[in-house]
């Protein structure tokens, strides 16, 4: 990961610029760098994966233009060779020739990278900023307007509180030009349904995910993986366990006492060969981490509070005790091929439109959580699901195949890795459990004891009547929204609303975002 912030105009109180920008030093360890465009300023905290020399260090410039980007781009090494006709390039990063693709393209450029990515661009001839994220919006990017009307963009929210009275996330798939901002990619949107047979569906599945995985593993720091031991995790870490030459390092957490995937995420590692850490956890550990991490975080949301205690509790142990800087994870497989919940699903129709909602809001979410638990550990976090060919490919699958006629969710995806050796049967095969669970039954019901014992039932109901956004509606909900509000006050518009099933559906009109309370759980807690 790395941080970026730009203020995009003159007279720029650098004070206030300097303070927020080092509340994200974290991402971008490495070194730090601020610069004045003559008509604004642009800053830069440096986490080295690509290019690890000085001069792979932002902004970039050339010609009195400048780029700052927190980006992975993949194959930009055939865009490099494209460009070195025109074009000297200094160092080995990939974000190096954003600004020679923008003299050649301009923002067409946004639609032709295949990256996870954020970044503010000043055009020095035009005297103007362009700012542009991916299209699952998997790097964070924030922006807010001063009190005179200058747009400021900043890596995560944190960065720009009190330096602008509304703070918003850039609309993934978006850049913004002059005052604008333009969608260049609606990566929810699927223009031709694909009716390919079960069998080259499966086929296609698995050759993109394997394809998503390996360039994944390209990195000049070096990789790590968590692992669940669910379904998602499993298949990444089996994947590049094939792909790479030597055994791969996994990490697992759980619960001191209950943790359901510690021995599942073993049997994984024992059966791919990897290097294999467990990380346990206690209910103090978590407790004592909850305002920590809702301040990393900059949410209130329930699911993403609990199913990031365990993730960065265990990227913390990564970070301090091993050199490993890139970690692949399993995110962005459920909104594609379906939770539990989304058995419910009344048609087909339905659950592609669910799909979708959920696809554009996940940088709110589960992106979100990834993102931030495993950067302010200085950590780079890599997303295979969210490769963009696999998911356009998944997205245009007719959703007719996608629902559960199997009797098991996700059964394209189990389906695409049947062959191959990748996993055992009965993790290939197991039933979902929901991470924030699988780290521990526990876990969960400590959280809500704790919110509980927090508040009398008076207290409770005369608390969340002062919120009109997202009203707190449990007192564990109410006490996440109370300590976000201390470090965010009154932005809570940044989070549209709490990630919960469909209420409209049979069977999911639930008081609880935990799968544990839906009545197909079955054995997805065993």
């Known amino acids: 990961m790395c941080s970026i912030m730009a203020y995009c105009g003159k007279n720029a109180d650098m004070d206030k610029f300097q303070k927020g920008f080092d509340r994200t030093v974290s991402r971008g360890p490495d070194d730090s760098r601020i610069v004045d465009t003559g008509n604004g300023v642009m800053a830069f905290h440096r986490l080295a994966i690509m290019g690890l020399t000085p001069a792979g260090m932002q902004p970039f410039e050339m010609d009195g233009s400048y780029v700052v980007c927190n980006g992975e781009i993949y194959g930009f090494e055939k865009l490099k060779e494209k460009l070195s006709d025109k074009y000297t390039f200094a160092s080995g990063s990939d974000c190096e020739l954003l600004l020679p693709m923008y003299r050649e393209y301009g923002t067409d450029m946004f639609a032709m990278l295949d990256a996870e990515f954020a970044c503010v661009i000043y055009d020095g001839n035009e005297e103007k900023y362009i700012a542009a994220r991916d299209p699952i919006g998997i790097r964070p990017l924030y922006y807010g307007y001063d009190s005179d009307g200058v747009i400021l963009f900043a890596s995560e929210a944190k960065n720009l509180v009190g330096l602008t009275d509304k703070i918003w996330p850039f609309p993934p798939g978006h850049y913004y030009k002059d005052g604008k901002f333009i969608c260049y990619c609606d990566i929810s949107k699927v223009e031709k349904v694909c009716h390919d047979d079960l069998e080259t569906v499966c086929k296609k599945i698995h050759d993109k995910l394997v394809a998503g995985v390996e360039k994944r593993l390209v990195a000049d720091a070096k990789v790590g993986f968590l692992l669940s031991g669910g379904l998602d995790s499993s298949l990444v870490c089996a994947i590049a366990a094939k792909k790479s030459k030597t055994p791969i390092r996994t990490f697992a957490v759980g619960m001191e006492k209950d943790a359901i995937d510690l021995k599942y995420a073993k049997q994984v590692a024992d059966y791919i060969g990897s290097i294999h850490t467990e990380v346990i956890i206690t209910r103090d550990d978590v407790i004592n981490a909850l305002e920590t991490v809702i301040e990393l975080l900059g949410t209130f949301d329930i699911t993403t509070i609990r199913a990031s205690m365990g993730m960065y509790l265990v990227c913390k142990a990564i970070h301090e005790q091993t050199d490993i800087r890139v970690l692949l994870t399993g995110e962005i497989s459920d909104e594609l091929f379906g939770y539990k919940y989304t058995d419910f699903a009344p048609d087909a129709a339905a659950f592609q439109a669910e799909a979708e909602k959920r696809l554009r809001e996940l940088h709110m979410y589960d992106v979100l959580r990834a993102d931030r638990c495993i950067s302010v550990n200085s ?64 876990m969960v019901d400590d959280l809500k004891a704790y919110a509980e014992e927090y508040y009398t039932q008076e207290e409770f109901e005369e608390k969340c009547k002062k919120y009109t956004h997202a009203r707190p509606f449990t007192k564990e909900s109410l006490l996440y929204r109370e300590i976000f509000e201390k470090y965010y006050p009154g932005q809570g518009q940044m989070i549209v609303d709490f990630w919960m099933p469909n209420p409209n559906w049979e069977g999911c009109d639930v008081k609880d975002p935990s799968a544990r309370v839906l009545s197909n759980y079955g054995d997805s807690g065993k």
């Open 379 to 442: 950590l780079e976090a890599r997303v295979p699901f969210g490769d963009l060919d696999f998911v356009k490919y998944v997205m245009a699958v007719d959703p007719e195949l996608k629902l559960n006629r199997y009797g098991k969710g996700k059964y394209l995806l189990r389906a695409a890795f049947k062959e191959g050796g990748y996993l055992p049967e009965e993790i290939l095969w197991r039933e979902k459990a929901a991470f924030s669970d699988a780290v521990g039954h526990s």
